[in-house]
């Protein structure tokens, strides 16, 4: 082996946050279900095959004090999960429906939208302000379902809010990543059981077709540039010299136009490793732990076949992620489905 092979290099970190990632999710995903029969939790899953594309209807019902029945779209009850596993502990709660594709993306292209006119309109102060308070919202968030399982719900909150805190004052790089692939995980354990492997597919390349026409028009490299000089960014930081690991957010430069000679930093976009996490999620609550591995070992080779498609063909160039993982999670969903 060449000891150039054994230089520091962010593609290398950037695989193995990757894996750490999926490991820990299948940590978080093993006691999801335990921990919700446990506690009386009933959240059916979807049919492993079909593809929901709009929702019915959810009905709650909570005993802790009284019965409540309502009826709400599904997509609204996705994002009460949260708060249902909190409110068990104190009463009894069932939860019937899964979630479908089009408020999936209705969401996520929603958000995208409101976020660009937020970056383009607002002024850089007021802007750094605002995605802070969301991001220590989403980390907080993210610590709260990944830890819930292992310890006492107590507990539970008081981390999340001082990891958040000390995320809000004091951003280092090495610190940023740990509570992004936390939330990350969250979002996929949370969002990854309640849709089909066939549904979150379609997502995926849909967010797929997404990335590449944001890569290719600019708009993603504007927005990074944009986030990054707020001192937020929704990617994980890699840097190319190891001192920088403890840099803080607040001064660090996260160029993303330089040339690839002159990059002091990394960038993997959080939506890479989100949506990866989403699909071996729903795969894993459909199918089984062999089937999941399988499709995180898929989305892995489609990481590491973005970087080889950067490398021989754009020379460095900012390359984006999601088709080729895409590409990949689909021969994985097909091995899963029909061979193993």
């Given at each position: 082996m060449k000891l150039k092979l054994l230089k520091f290099n962010p593609v290398y970190w950037s695989l193995l946050?990757?894996?750490?990632?999926?490991?820990?999710?299948?940590?978080?995903?093993?006691?999801?279900?335990?921990?919700?029969?446990?506690?009386?939790?009933?959240?059916?899953?979807?049919?492993?095959?079909?593809?929901?594309?709009?929702?019915?209807?959810?009905?709650?019902?909570?005993?802790?004090?009284?019965?409540?029945?309502?009826?709400?779209?599904?997509?609204?009850?996705?994002?009460?999960?949260?708060?249902?596993?909190?409110?068990?502990?104190?009463?009894?709660?069932?939860?019937?429906?899964?979630?479908?594709?089009?408020?999936?993306?209705?969401?996520?292209?929603?958000?995208?939208?409101?976020?660009?006119?937020i970056l383009f309109i607002v002024p850089l102060k007021v802007l750094s302000i605002i995605l802070k308070i969301l991001f220590v919202v989403l980390f907080c968030?993210?610590?709260?379902?990944?830890?819930?399982?292992?310890?006492?719900?107590?507990?539970?909150?008081?981390?999340?809010?001082?990891?958040?805190?000390?995320?809000?004052?004091?951003?280092?790089?090495?610190?940023?990543?740990?509570?992004?692939?936390?939330?990350?995980?969250?979002?996929?354990?949370?969002?990854?059981?309640?849709i089909s492997p066939w549904t979150a597919m379609i997502v995926l390349a849909a967010l797929a077709i997404y990335d590449f026409l944001a890569v290719r028009f600019g708009y993603m490299v504007w927005m990074a540039k944009r986030m990054s000089e707020s001192t937020t960014l929704p990617a994980i930081v890699i840097p190319y010299s190891k001192s920088n690991w403890n840099s803080s957010l607040k001064t660090t430069d996260f160029v993303v136009e330089e040339k690839p000679s002159d990059r002091k930093y990394s960038i993997l976009g959080g939506g890479d490793i989100g949506f990866s996490l989403l699909i071996i999620a729903s795969v894993y609550f459909a199918s089984g732990l062999i089937p999941g591995i399988v499709m995180a070992v898929f989305t892995l080779l489609g990481l590491i076949a973005a970087y080889w498609i950067q490398a021989v063909f754009l020379k460095g160039k900012p390359m984006p992620a999601l088709p080729p993982i895409a590409v990949l999670s689909l021969i994985g969903l097909l091995v899963v489905n029909f061979i193993v």
């Amino acid at each position: 082996m060449k000891l150039k092979l054994l230089k520091f290099n962010p593609v290398y970190w950037s695989l193995l946050i990757f894996v750490v990632s999926q490991v820990i999710l299948f940590a978080v995903i093993i006691r999801e279900n335990p921990f919700l029969e446990s506690h009386n939790i009933n959240f059916p899953r979807p049919p492993s095959g079909s593809i929901s594309v709009w929702p019915g209807t959810v009905t709650t019902t909570s005993t802790a004090t009284s019965v409540v029945t309502s009826t709400t779209p599904v997509s609204t009850g996705i994002l009460t999960v949260t708060q249902t596993i909190v409110t068990k502990i104190i009463g009894e709660t069932s939860v019937s429906g899964y979630s479908s594709l089009g408020p999936i993306l209705i969401y996520f292209f929603s958000v995208v939208i409101i976020l660009g006119l937020i970056l383009f309109i607002v002024p850089l102060k007021v802007l750094s302000i605002i995605l802070k308070i969301l991001f220590v919202v989403l980390f907080c968030w993210g610590m709260f379902i990944s830890l819930v399982f292992f310890i006492p719900i107590v507990a539970t909150l008081v981390i999340a809010v001082v990891v958040g805190v000390v995320w809000f004052f004091f951003p280092r790089v090495w610190l940023h990543n740990a509570v992004l692939v936390l939330a990350l995980v969250s979002v996929g354990a949370v969002f990854g059981r309640l849709i089909s492997p066939w549904t979150a597919m379609i997502v995926l390349a849909a967010l797929a077709i997404y990335d590449f026409l944001a890569v290719r028009f600019g708009y993603m490299v504007w927005m990074a540039k944009r986030m990054s000089e707020s001192t937020t960014l929704p990617a994980i930081v890699i840097p190319y010299s190891k001192s920088n690991w403890n840099s803080s957010l607040k001064t660090t430069d996260f160029v993303v136009e330089e040339k690839p000679s002159d990059r002091k930093y990394s960038i993997l976009g959080g939506g890479d490793i989100g949506f990866s996490l989403l699909i071996i999620a729903s795969v894993y609550f459909a199918s089984g732990l062999i089937p999941g591995i399988v499709m995180a070992v898929f989305t892995l080779l489609g990481l590491i076949a973005a970087y080889w498609i950067q490398a021989v063909f754009l020379k460095g160039k900012p390359m984006p992620a999601l088709p080729p993982i895409a590409v990949l999670s689909l021969i994985g969903l097909l091995v899963v489905n029909f061979i193993v």
